[in-house]
């Protein structure tokens, strides 16, 4: 079974962290990549760039508006992900927990689910 999981960081914890602390996280995060991916676990992982490159999009009643920026209420934004395979929800958090950013964030882990194909098309009722 396929799992995301989200790496969730707050700026200031990031910034406040020295150069050399910040290429031992790079080192030890690329090594448990490796690691990972050696035991078949790694599908695909990548950090996200800084928060302000981000635009949240919503299309609603046909019109669409933007957003700079994520758009949450939190101090902690989306930092990245590993997508990783996991025989189980508890071998899945296993692995998660020991993702070395975790130390300074949070990792959400969900599974992925696919979208059931259907013969016929969704008929959609109009409010009266």
């Known amino acids: 079974m396929k799992y995301l999981c989200q790496v969730w960081l707050d700026e200031q914890v990031m910034a406040a962290l020295s150069p050399l602390e910040q290429r031992e996280l790079d080192r030890q995060s690329l090594a448990y990549d490796r690691e990972l991916a050696e035991r078949g676990h790694l599908l695909l992982a990548s950090p996200l760039a800084s928060p302000d490159t981000a635009l949240t999009l919503r299309v609603r009643q046909g019109q669409l508006t933007t957003t700079d ?7 902690e934004h989306l930092g990245g992900f ?10 899945a958090t296993q692995l998660a927990s020991q993702v070395p950013i975790a130390r300074y964030g949070s990792i959400e882990v969900r599974a992925l689910c696919d979208i059931p194909e259907h013969d016929e098309p969704a008929m959609v009722e109009e409010a009266s």
């Open 82 to 91: 590993l997508l990783i395979e996991a025989r189980d929800f508890a071998e």
């Open 69 to 75: 920026g994520p758009f949450t209420e939190s101090r």
